[in-house]
């Protein structure tokens, strides 16, 4: 009883949600500027190249890509140290008075496929026609991850033609194969570790202005990145003898793959309320409704219940609380009338933080019980160090940001369920986070990966907004950067 009755007025009140106004209104030319870069970036379809060298059509590609950043970013690729880095990765650092405490943006020029018919999975515009329209960019990497990465050049751009330069050395990396976990960024990171380069602070992709976000709130929620879980990939495999199908055993190779695949699903991984997840409750608190806000203010106290009342409200809060997989490739036989002598399923797990890879892979092996079964692991790396939230100077400067960006938002961090880039560089840096600062309702956060992919012109220039803030702001620029 005690469990339903929270959860119930949590529904009651999740039912009203609306979405609420994302800010201040950004420059007007200053938006419509970023949108029209934006467009002609999304037309050079970039797709994340397979692994290997690159193909003579790839290289053309970003090559081409390069050449239309530095057209369109002219000062910031005069006054910065270009290198490429991995197949595709661009390395740029912006020299300051002090090569102390530097910042690094990151930002990816990938981004995922579409179907050769796109138009029917459901996409109202050409995936990379950098349609403009209804106030919006439309196409493939508007938020992923490009859109992101225009902000921050058109920040700079317009910081070194108003005559600014850095206090700290100021580097940017802007990724080529992010989307297929990002060999670009290893190299660029083992550069910048052989250089002795320790990054102050880091800024990627990642948590966003979101609205439509949190049961009862009704202002736009700005959540940061503190840290990002995990990821794994595993093959469960099943082998029989086969033959025809006519004559099919009691138990196959694919029935007895299927057993176990429900029993993953059947036994999801406890629950763990971290300490991020914690701040990011009693953040928003203040700010949502009363029966809600009761349960929230004294998260801290109530990890045990919250645990079993977070997961019941919605895929997204519930993969915050608990290691995750998702199992999604399927192979068995090559023929309908053949039976299948291996099935294979390809489970994509993402580890909470504060758990490990060794962990969850105890766990899937306890649920599935079945030594026929066997699982083999793809690749693995655990969850991210947890960067200073707090009263930290650099948690303070990019809610600062946030604040002349966004007024009406509500800055708190989370764990990002994603993978990015910046797990790469969390060993050379002690301050990692994670957010892109672009207004998204759900829909828009729903889209990324999938059709109708874009951003609204005025979070671009909000945007803006929030990038000459941060870069501007005393965190990034005191006196004595090694007295921060």
Same mark, same amino acid.
């Given at each position: ?19 609420? +106004? ?13 949108? &029209? ?8 379809? @970039?797709? @994340?190249?397979?692994?290997?060298? $690159? ?25 910065? &140290?270009? %290198? ?5 990765? #661009? ?23 579409? +179907? ?42 317009? #910081? ?17 194969? %992010? ?25 990627? %992709? ?88 009761? $349960? ?13 009342? /977070?997961?019941?409200?919605? +895929? ?22 053949? #039976? ?69 938002? /509500?800055? /708190? ?11 790469? /560089? ?24 999938? +059709?109708? %992919? ?5 979070? $671009? ?14 965190? $990034? ?8």
């Amino acid at each position: 009883m005690r469990l339903r009755r929270p959860l119930r007025m949590l529904k009651r009140a999740s039912a009203a949600l609306t979405a609420a +106004p994302t800010g201040q209104a950004p420059d007007v030319r200053q938006a419509q500027r970023a949108a &029209e870069h934006l467009a002609r970036l999304v037309r050079i379809p @970039t797709v @994340t190249p397979p692994p290997g060298p $690159l193909s003579k059509s790839d290289a053309a590609l970003f090559a081409a890509y390069r050449e239309e950043l530095e057209a369109l970013y002219p000062r910031v690729f005069a006054a910065a &140290e270009v %290198e490429t880095t991995g197949r595709a990765g #661009l390395l740029l650092r912006v020299p300051g008075q002090f090569a102390e405490r530097p910042v690094l943006l990151m930002a990816h020029q990938d981004v995922v496929p579409v +179907p050769v018919d796109w138009a029917a999975e459901g996409w109202e515009h050409p995936p990379f026609d950098g349609v403009i329209a209804g106030g919006r960019v439309h196409g493939r990497g508007t938020l992923d991850d490009k859109g992101a990465m225009v902000v921050a050049l058109e920040a700079l751009e317009s #910081l070194l033609t108003d005559g600014w330069s850095p206090l700290r050395d100021l580097y940017l990396f802007f990724g080529g194969d %992010e989307e297929s976990h990002g060999a670009a960024a290893v190299e660029a990171v083992r550069l910048l570790e052989e250089r002795g380069v320790e990054p102050w602070m880091v800024l990627d %992709e990642g948590g966003a202005v979101a609205t439509q976000a949190f049961p009862t709130l009704r202002r736009p929620m700005a959540v940061i990145g503190a840290s990002e879980k995990g990821m794994m990939t595993l093959r469960l495999a099943v082998e029989s003898l086969g033959g025809h199908a006519s004559t099919p055993p009691r138990q196959s190779a694919p029935g007895i793959l299927a057993h176990a695949l429900v029993a993953i699903e059947d036994k999801p991984f406890p629950t763990a309320v971290h300490d991020v997840t914690i701040e990011m409750l009693e953040g928003v608190a203040p700010h949502v409704a009363r029966p809600m806000r009761a $349960l929230l203010k004294r998260a801290g106290r109530r990890r045990s219940l919250l645990g079993r009342v /977070v997961p019941r409200l919605g +895929p997204e809060l519930a993969a915050m609380v608990r290691t995750t997989a998702a199992i999604t490739q399927l192979e068995g036989s090559p023929a309908q009338n053949v #039976l299948a002598t291996r099935a294979t399923a390809v489970i994509n797990v993402r580890v909470a933080v504060g758990s490990t890879c060794d962990e969850a892979v105890a766990h899937l092996r306890a649920a599935i019980d079945d030594p026929r079964v066997d699982l083999e692991i793809l690749e693995a790396s655990e969850p991210s160090p947890v960067s200073p939230t707090g009263d930290d100077a650099r948690w303070r400067a990019l809610g600062a940001a946030v604040s002349a960006s966004y007024p009406d938002a /509500v800055t /708190v961090p989370y764990i990002m369920l994603a993978a990015s880039d910046a797990r790469h /560089v969390a060993r050379i840096s002690p301050a990692v986070y994670r957010f892109s600062p672009l207004a998204m309702n759900k829909a828009q956060r729903e889209a990324i990966h999938g +059709p109708n %992919e874009s951003v609204e012109i005025s979070a $671009l220039g909000a945007g803006v907004t929030f990038y000459r803030a941060l870069l501007t702001g005393d965190a $990034l620029g005191p006196s004595d950067p090694a007295a921060s």
